[in-house]
C-alpha cells in the first residue's frame, strides 16, 4: 500500500476517534456508574441507565457525520468504530450502508460487518444483523434484473402528481415485485404485502400505491453497481 494512504488512513483514525473521544469517556465512565448504583439503590439504577443511554446518543451523534461522509474511507472507519463501541448501532448503520452506499467497496465490507454480526451479541444486535442481510439480498437480486431502474421511474411518475402518473407508478410497482424471485418476496414486510395486494383488488388504488411504496422505501436508493 502507498505510504502516504496509510498515513492518511491513520490520521483519519486518530481524527475520528479523538473527536469521539469524550462521548466514549461519558459511555464508560456510566458504565461503571450503573454497576455502582446496581449495588446501592434500584431507584438510583434508572438514573443511571438513563445517563447510559444519553452517553450512548452522544457516541452515535459523533459518528453519524463520518458514516455519511463523502469519503469512503471515512464511512468504513466509522462503521468499524461503531461496532466497537456500540454493537446494535453497529449493526443499523452496517445495514444502511450495505443497501446505499456508492461504494462497492464500503457495501462488501458492510455486508461482511452484518454477516459477523448476525452470528455473535446479543439477541437484539443477531436480529438486526439477520434483518440487514436479507434486505441485501433483495438489494442484489433488484440490481442483478436491473429493478432499480424501475423504482426510480415510479418516482418520478409520482412526481408530477397527476392521476396517470399514480396509476403509472403502482403499475412499476407491481411490475418490479413480479419479477422478483419467491425467496426475494418473502424477505419483504409479508404485513404490507399482504396489506398492498388486498386494496389493489379491491380497487383502493391510493392506498396501495402507498403500501407498495412504502415495501420498496429502502431499496429505492441503492447504488445500480
Do not use: C, H
Not at 469519503?71 to 446494535?88: F, G, M, N
Not at 414486510?189 to 411504496?213: H, I, M
Request: proline residues 3%.
Amino acid at each position: 500500500m502507498n505510504p502516504e494512504t496509510v498515513r492518511k488512513d491513520k490520521w483519519d483514525i486518530l481524527k475520528i476517534s479523538a473527536e469521539i473521544a469524550l462521548p466514549i469517556v461519558a459511555l464508560v465512565f456510566t458504565y461503571f456508574y450503573q454497576a455502582k448504583q446496581q449495588r446501592v439503590s434500584e431507584a438510583n439504577l434508572q438514573l443511571a441507565q438513563a445517563n447510559r443511554e444519553l452517553a450512548r446518543a452522544q457516541v452515535e451523534g459523533s459518528l453519524l457525520p463520518y458514516l455519511s461522509s463523502n469519503d469512503p474511507k471515512q464511512r468504513e472507519i466509522a462503521l468499524s468504530l461503531a461496532r466497537v463501541l456500540d454493537e446494535k448501532f453497529g449493526a443499523d448503520a452496517a445495514a444502511i450502508l450495505a443497501l446505499n452506499d456508492p461504494s462497492a467497496e464500503v457495501r462488501i465490507k458492510a455486508g461482511s460487518a452484518l454477516r459477523t454480526l448476525s452470528r455473535s451479541g446479543p439477541d437484539d444486535v443477531r436480529k438486526a444483523a439477520q434483518a440487514g442481510l436479507e434486505q441485501i439480498d433483495v438489494m442484489n437480486e433488484l440490481r442483478a434484473k436491473g429493478l432499480l431502474d424501475k423504482l426510480r421511474d415510479a418516482e418520478g411518475y409520482l412526481a408530477g402528481g397527476s392521476t396517470s402518473g399514480k396509476e403509472a407508478a403502482l403499475t412499476l410497482y407491481r411490475e418490479v415485485f413480479a419479477q422478483l424471485s419467491a425467496g426475494a418476496r418473502g424477505k419483504l414486510d409479508q404485513k404490507l404485502l399482504a396489506d398492498a395486494e388486498r386494496d389493489y383488488r379491491e380497487g383502493n388504488v391510493g392506498n396501495a400505491l402507498s403500501e407498495y411504496r412504502a415495501l420498496f422505501a429502502d431499496y429505492r436508493q441503492g447504488a445500480r453497481d
